[in-house]
């Protein structure tokens, strides 16, 4: 069964972050409960093909060399944790954000995704 820091990671390097969509469904599959619901500014995407069409709308839309980074420690609560991250060419992101993961039965069953506002 996964940690939650290896969920953290998986979430958004192995789905989010893989533009490749055999090993990115593998990794939803993997990691994710069936009913997994992921809320961001755009709507409410519950189910696996819904994340996964999420991550694919986001990754298609973006430059080849557009990639996540973490952007700081993990926090861990039991059934929560939680990582800021970055978006963009390396070194200078055009995003920022932070994922809050709920964790059932060692599977992510939510994801919220909150964007950085602007600065000031």
Do not use: C, K
Not at 44 to 67: C, K, M, R
């Amino acid at each position: 069964m996964p940690t939650p820091s290896e969920l953290l990671h998986a979430n958004l390097h192995e789905i989010f972050g893989e533009r490749n969509r055999e090993r990115r469904r593998a990794a939803i599959e993997r990691f994710y409960a069936e009913d997994v619901t992921f809320s961001d500014p755009e709507g409410i995407h519950t189910g696996w093909d819904a994340v996964d069409n999420a991550a694919e709308a986001l990754l298609a839309g973006a430059p080849a060399e557009f990639s996540f980074e973490d952007a700081g420690p993990r926090y861990l609560g039991g059934e929560t944790a939680a990582l800021a991250w970055t978006f963009g060419p390396p070194g200078s992101p055009v995003a920022r954000g932070l994922d809050i993961l709920t964790i059932r039965d060692g599977q992510v069953a939510g994801i919220q995704t909150i964007l950085a506002g602007p600065a000031g």
